[in-house]
């Protein structure tokens, strides 16, 4: 039963820190009625997204959804390393003996203003975890991964004669900080709902008209690991550089040679990146400061390759140190993120082709194309735990409007994707072929 009084309960204490999150918003937003359409479902979702940490609202839509489709419902399931309550959600269906089935969406959202102009795009601003105020856009497709899970909530509730054993609905928190799914695992989530036999997920892109899938088979997404580095100097005047030792110059050193961890010491077969995200350091022009912060990604998709990029960063920022004449206690300082990291998306071969047979029987064997693996990371494959223990898939949905997809293409150009202000999926398209493609791979793993 659709619980009216407890969304906008939540939603106004939100701001003051209540339930674990926060909203922008003072006014309560009712979120849609059990018998909207989804469409309707996803625009709301659209124009009140949430950033990772603060799904508060998003969260309770879905267990809303997936309770009134006749699931059993568990919210604010997760726990982050600072103690913390995530706002993940668990939806079981059990439909007799058989395999269980993890079909996981992710809730959250970006900190960037939106520029899509649409009715119903976003003008929600809020803080983010540093307490800075952002504008806030469903810029990466979650709110088109929510819809979706809802949408084969009802699918799989109302087609129980077509399969056997239990269905297992994930609403997963932060994943854009790439945490969400790590703390779902540490609030117990298989020693309490029980261990999933499979893992399937869905990703919306541009690469791709609306109503198509790709899928790859084996590596199909890089690992990622957050690196910071702080490069420490001795400040000085700015006139007199003599007097101490210069961490700007000492960072652009650093920069430089960071780019030679791939092109030199990366086996070359095994694709690898280092990118320096953000820098920050000094507050006057005529003044040397005392040090530079540094933010790193890293992309790679063997733990060869991480370990290769990780003790690279490690000996290239003592080099520079060392190079300076830095004394021990001014030795930069490199912190490996590991709760803002995640593992290599692997695609099971053996489950891949199972849910190949199935996208093509669902939308036809010119609307599934065989993809080669990406650099940019999930966290979803946490779900499968270490060592690729339960077998998991993930693919590619078609987003991009199929007229302006051709034109773009005939130009030889790209349509906004994900994590771009103008990144505009063409919902109901989108929304149609991924309940139809997921429902479908559902059905067919629960034999």
Not at 22 to 35: E, K
Not at 36 to 62: D, G, M
Not at 281 to 302: A, C, M, Q, S, W
Request: glycine share 10%; charged share 20%.
């Amino acid at each position: 039963m659709f619980r009216p009084l407890l969304l906008p309960l939540l939603c106004a204490l939100a701001p003051l820190g209540v339930a674990g999150g926060a909203l922008a918003q003072m006014t309560p937003i009712p979120g849609p009625p059990p018998s909207a359409p989804l469409l309707e479902i996803y625009k709301s979702i659209h124009a009140h997204p949430e950033l990772s940490h603060f799904e508060v609202r998003t969260s309770a839509i879905v267990a809303e959804q997936l309770r009134a489709a006749g699931y059993s419902v568990t919210e604010g399931v997760g726990v982050y390393p600072d103690g913390s309550r995530a706002h993940g959600v668990v939806a079981i269906l059990k439909n007799g003996p058989g395999p269980t089935l993890l079909i996981r969406a992710d809730m959250d959202a970006l900190p960037i203003v939106e520029e899509t102009g649409l009715p119903f795009a976003s003008h929600v601003r809020a803080k983010d975890l540093s307490g800075k105020e952002v504008g806030v856009m469903h810029a990466c497709g979650h709110d088109i991964h929510s819809t979706i899970l809802i949408g084969v909530a009802r699918a799989l509730a109302a087609a129980r004669g077509r399969w056997h054993g239990t269905a297992m609905l994930i609403g997963q928190p932060s994943e854009e900080t790439v945490d969400g799914a790590k703390a779902m695992l540490a609030d117990r989530l298989y020693e309490r709902f029980g261990r999933p036999d499979m893992v399937v997920g869905l990703h919306d892109g541009s690469s791709d008209p609306a109503g198509t899938v790709g899928l790859a088979i084996g590596p199909a997404q890089s690992g990622v690991t957050s690196v910071d580095v702080t490069i420490r100097g001795i400040g000085s005047h700015g006139a007199a550089p003599q007097m101490g030792r210069d961490p700007i110059v000492l960072s652009a050193l650093f920069i430089t040679e960071l780019q030679t961890i791939v092109s030199r010491e990366q086996d070359p077969q095994d694709p690898a990146i280092v990118t320096v995200g953000s820098i920050h350091g000094g507050t006057r022009r005529n003044i040397i400061p005392d040090e530079v912060k540094l933010e790193l990604t890293t992309r790679y998709f063997t733990d060869k390759g991480r370990e290769t990029i990780l003790n690279g960063i490690k000996n290239m920022a003592a080099g520079v140190a060392l190079s300076a004449g830095l004394p021990p206690d001014r030795a930069p300082v490199v912190t490996i993120l590991e709760n803002e990291s995640a593992p290599p998306l692997y695609n099971d071969p053996a489950l891949a082709a199972r849910v190949k047979t199935a996208l093509v029987g669902a939308l036809g064997p010119d609307h599934v194309i065989i993809e080669k693996p990406v650099t940019p990371s999930e966290d979803v494959g946490n779900f499968g735990l270490p060592g690729h223990q339960i077998p998991l898939v993930y693919y590619w949905l078609g987003a991009a409007n199929p007229e302006k997809f051709k034109e773009a293409k005939a130009e030889g150009k790209e349509l906004p994707g994900p994590h771009n202000s103008r990144f505009e999926p063409d919902a109901a398209p989108t929304l149609a072929a991924g309940v139809k493609s997921m429902t479908a791979v559902a059905i067919s793993l629960l034999q």
